[in-house]
């Protein structure tokens, strides 16, 4: 049985993924594969490299948005996306996607195509860095002949993803829809990150349908750009999980029996014969 976890694009909000793979560490519950989008691919390519969780969350605890920002000229974006690759380079000490331990999809959008784009290969912290590039803040991407941003834009939550992969059991994260939404923005940058927030909870809402089980971390009021709140996001992960983790059990170990097994069989033959 192969299990992937999907984990949601959501900005700071993404530090909740690591009390998410904390908990399951803990639990012994195996990820065969990950699929992530923005911060859950940034987040999925640390723990695919082989770190261990008490590093990642060392490293998640101390971030700082001053490295993820080199301003630049305001022409497809105000940021560029080079804080975010050279973080990826240096944590991971991975180049290529083939180096990782944990197999890993990457999910982006082409503006030119105005179509979804999964990555499992090619060089990873420029992929990571698509991915997490937010439209009208980052700067796209350039790549072979697309111009690639945030993935969240077409799939925020990429169970349909480990799906297609092969995953048995697909577990979902969305550090989004237990989110307060603010009654009214102020301003400009206010309004983005709520017209982020709209799109998240349509989407994930989407996705559910594709996964067997969802966790909810019960984000609260913390915002998609507020990293000093990291410990609680952290625990807010961590605590998700732990309440879901004897619904977890019981599903692994149902789907481990031999009457699933040969239902499963079934259907897969006949598919090959359709």
Request: glycine share 8%; charged share 30%; net charge positive.
């Amino acid at each position: 049985m192969k299990i992937g976890l999907a984990l949601s694009g959501g900005a700071a909000r993404g530090i909740a993924h690591v009390g998410v793979l904390k908990a399951l560490r803990e639990a012994q519950v195996p990820i065969d594969m990950i699929a992530g989008t923005s911060s859950g691919a940034l987040i999925g390519a640390l723990y695919a490299s082989g770190l261990d969780i008490e590093t990642i969350e060392r490293v998640a605890l101390g971030l700082k948005w001053k490295e993820f920002a080199n301003f630049t000229l305001p022409k497809m974006g105000l940021i560029s996306g080079k804080g975010i690759e050279d973080f990826v380079s240096e944590h991971t000490k991975v180049k290529d996607f083939r180096e990782l331990k944990i197999p890993l999809a990457i999910i982006t959008t082409d503006l030119i195509s105005e179509k979804e784009v999964v990555f499992k290969e090619g060089l990873l912290s420029k992929i990571v860095q698509a991915s997490c590039s937010i439209p009208g803040v980052y700067t796209p991407v350039e790549h072979e002949d697309m111009l690639l941003v945030d993935g969240g834009v077409v799939n925020i939550l990429p169970t349909s993803v480990l799906r297609q992969m092969g995953a048995d059991l697909v577990i979902g994260v969305d550090v989004n829809t237990k989110a307060t939404i603010s009654p009214e923005p102020k301003n400009v940058f206010q309004v983005i990150l709520q017209s982020w927030d709209v799109i998240s909870r349509q989407g994930a809402e989407r996705a559910a349908k594709d996964a067997d089980l969802i966790i909810y971390p019960e984000i609260g009021d913390i915002s998609r750009v507020d990293l000093k709140r990291a410990k609680e996001l952290l625990e807010a992960g961590y605590q998700a999980t732990q309440e879901v983790i004897p619904q977890l059990k019981r599903e692994m170990r149902r789907r481990k029996g031999i009457i699933y097994r040969f239902k499963r069989k079934i259907l897969e033959r006949r598919r090959d014969e359709r």
